[in-house]
């Protein structure tokens, strides 16, 4: 699957960004769904970035992304998914808005170790009005704490779809995927109906 070319009947191009926190697994996520080889922009974090860069938690992190990740999934004969997987770094935050440009809509992995670095990716898509699905990303922690509780500690309004993950694995990788799918397909549902009755 990584050298699969793409297909000369692809029509329409369709783009998702994953936002997140820094080592919150959107290089993991884009790596395990991708069926060409993703194109990374992770470098090495050196003693440079000592006092810009902070690991947090992340101890055993030792790169970052600098640009975005990209990777690439065919849906049919005519449609393909690109991915872009955002940098978490704060320093790097300047390039999301020409990121969301073009997005249908994105995905905000959370590790449930660092709750509160996924603010930041929750305001910027609420400020782009853009639809979104939330990930926690399990790392194998054993499913604490609660997708019910990470709700109440996000404050997300019960509309946006709230699914566990472990970025690592394709299939819970795609099932993200789906659900973000899905979710946009109902958003969208309502003005189509609106339209047919007006």
């Not at 899905?182 to 189509?192: C, G, K």
Request: net charge neutral; glycine share 10%.
């Amino acid at each position: 699957m990584a050298g699969t070319p793409l297909r000369r009947t692809v029509r329409d191009a369709l783009k998702i960004v994953i936002v997140g926190g820094f080592g919150a697994g959107k290089t993991t996520m884009v790596g395990s769904v991708s069926e060409i080889r993703p194109l990374s922009t992770e470098e090495t974090m050196t003693r440079a970035g000592i006092g810009i860069d902070d690991p947090g938690r992340v101890k055993t992190k030792n790169t970052t992304t600098v640009a975005f990740d990209f990777g690439r999934i065919s849906l049919d004969a005519h449609k393909v998914l690109y991915l872009f997987g955002a940098p978490g770094q704060e320093r790097f935050w300047f390039l999301w808005d020409q990121l969301f440009s073009g997005s249908l809509g994105a995905i905000v992995l959370v590790d449930t170790r660092r709750l509160e670095d996924c603010f930041y990716s929750l305001d910027r898509l609420e400020a782009h009005a853009m639809p979104f699905v939330v990930a926690v990303n399990r790392f194998g922690d054993g499913g604490r704490p609660t997708l019910d509780r990470v709700r109440d500690a996000l404050s997300l309004d019960e509309g946006i779809p709230l699914i566990d993950c472990d970025a690592r694995v394709r299939d819970s990788s795609k099932t993200v995927l789906v659900t973000l799918v899905r979710h946009l397909t109902r958003l969208r549902e309502p003005s189509a109906v609106q339209e047919a009755t007006s």
